[in-house]
């Protein structure tokens, strides 16, 4: 982004508009993902942070995991093994960990989403 020091707000606001690296579709989808994010935090299961998460995935609870964009690739190559071997579905979160944890509803960050009981959304159906 190129910084404009002069000039009106509506003309900055223009710019910036003009320049988002984000379509409608995917902003679309994010706000779909993000609003069954807060179902599950309100009536699901749910865990957050790496450790819990494979603790799900190694005795089998999971339904669905989470990782955010910007998961160490170690992390995130072992946590796809386990759900490989726990045949439980993997959705890359397009955001980065602080944008998880404030779509669960949460202050801070988190760079891996556990689900176990989805509750009344239906997000595990959608992201598969």
Same mark, same amino acid.
């Given at each position: 982004?190129? *910084?404009?020091?002069?000039?009106?707000?509506?003309?900055?606001? =223009?710019?910036?508009? *003009?320049?988002? /690296?984000?379509?409608?579709?995917?902003?679309?989808?994010? &706000?779909? +993902?993000?609003? *069954? #994010?807060?179902?599950?935090?309100?009536?699901?299961? %749910?865990?957050?942070? %790496?450790?819990?998460? #494979? !603790?799900? #995935?190694?005795?089998?609870?999971?339904?669905? !995991?989470? +990782?955010?964009?910007?998961?160490?690739? #170690?992390?995130? @190559?072992?946590?796809?093994?386990?759900?490989?071997?726990?045949?439980?579905? !993997?959705?890359?979160?397009?955001?980065? @960990?602080? &944008?998880?944890?404030?779509?669960?509803?949460? =202050? =801070?960050?988190?760079?891996? /989403? @556990?689900?176990? &009981?989805?509750?009344?959304? &239906?997000? +595990?159906?959608?992201?598969?």
């Amino acid at each position: 982004y190129q *910084r404009r020091v002069h000039g009106t707000l509506s003309e900055c606001l =223009f710019f910036f508009e *003009r320049h988002k /690296m984000v379509s409608k579709k995917n902003k679309k989808n994010a &706000d779909n +993902i993000n609003t *069954r #994010l807060r179902m599950v935090t309100k009536s699901g299961k %749910y865990t957050l942070g %790496y450790r819990s998460t #494979l !603790v799900n #995935l190694r005795q089998g609870r999971s339904k669905l !995991v989470l +990782i955010s964009n910007n998961c160490h690739p #170690l992390r995130k @190559s072992e946590i796809e093994y386990y759900a490989m071997l726990a045949k439980t579905s !993997v959705h890359h979160y397009n955001g980065n @960990s602080q &944008d998880l944890g404030n779509a669960c509803g949460k =202050f =801070f960050s988190t760079t891996v /989403m @556990s689900i176990q &009981d989805a509750g009344d959304s &239906d997000i +595990i159906k959608t992201t598969e």
